[in-house]
């Protein structure tokens, strides 16, 4: 048979592949912003995406190639909203709030990535800068960021904020300070547990929002008027 005859069933067995491995990422995603990408079974994730493990284990053979591919996305997703953030006029400020509270949502992904060798790790890094900085001067050239800020301060403020997330969520102590603190008192642990880590949850993202933007405003030539949310 010529390779004419089978080119009709090789587009919808692309178009299979991409819908396989986007509803994977998805589903890796999701679980990976809930808990410990360590604690996370692959079969979990198969599950969520509605395949079987068998499909997954062909497009991720582990937890950390799945992680990078997770983290692949989250870069496009940045570049993309850089793109369009300058396309749609929007502000730096909005731009840069939607990335820290994106990574310190990732946590549990971010902190995978630390384990990676150190040249992929500096490579990662870059490349987020690299998408942030030409965002960076046009804001500057507007006049709404300070001249004096640089990309290295932009990395060491993004840092931070990622610290100080895995911080508060691991430490009783600093998420009680934030309003989070759980219930310790309660004797018994059903539904009513899961109703106080829910609330604790929302407090502790009211919280780093509100951290987010005060960090924030130290860049910028003037003081953010909108609400901390």
């Known amino acids: 048979m010529s390779q004419r005859g089978h080119r009709p069933l090789s587009a919808p067995r692309r178009t299979d592949a991409r819908r396989n491995r986007t509803a994977i990422l998805r589903a890796a995603d999701e679980a990976f912003t809930d808990n410990s990408p360590r604690l996370v079974p692959l079969h979990e994730i198969a599950q969520r995406a509605g395949l079987g493990r068998a499909t997954v284990y062909r497009y991720f053979p582990d937890r950390r190639a799945m992680a990078v591919a997770v983290a692949e996305e989250y870069f496009e997703a940045l570049r993309h909203a850089v793109e369009a953030a300058e396309e749609e006029g929007r502000s730096f400020r909005d731009l840069l709030h939607w990335a820290a509270t994106t990574m310190t949502s990732m946590r549990p992904l971010v902190a995978l990535m630390r384990e990676l060798p150190e040249h992929d790790q500096q490579r990662y890094f870059e490349r987020w800068i690299g998408i942030l900085t030409p965002a960076l001067h046009r804001a500057q050239r507007d006049g709404d960021v300070r ?31 934030t309003g989070g603190a ?8 059903d539904d009513g547990q899961r109703d106080d880590e829910q609330r604790d949850d929302e407090q ?5 929002r509100k951290l987010v933007t005060v960090m924030l405003d130290g860049l910028f030539t003037q003081p953010n008027t909108e609400p901390n949310g």
């Not at 759980?182 to 642990?189: E, I, N």
């Not at 502790?204 to 780093?208: F, K, L, S």
């Open 147 to 177: 001249p004096d800020v640089t990309a290295a301060d932009l990395a060491l403020i993004l840092i931070s904020l990622d610290l100080a997330a895995t911080a508060s969520a691991q430490a009783p102590h600093i998420t009680a300070i």
């Open 204 to 208: 502790h993202a009211a919280a780093m």
């Open 182 to 189: 759980a219930d310790t008192t309660s004797a018994s642990r």
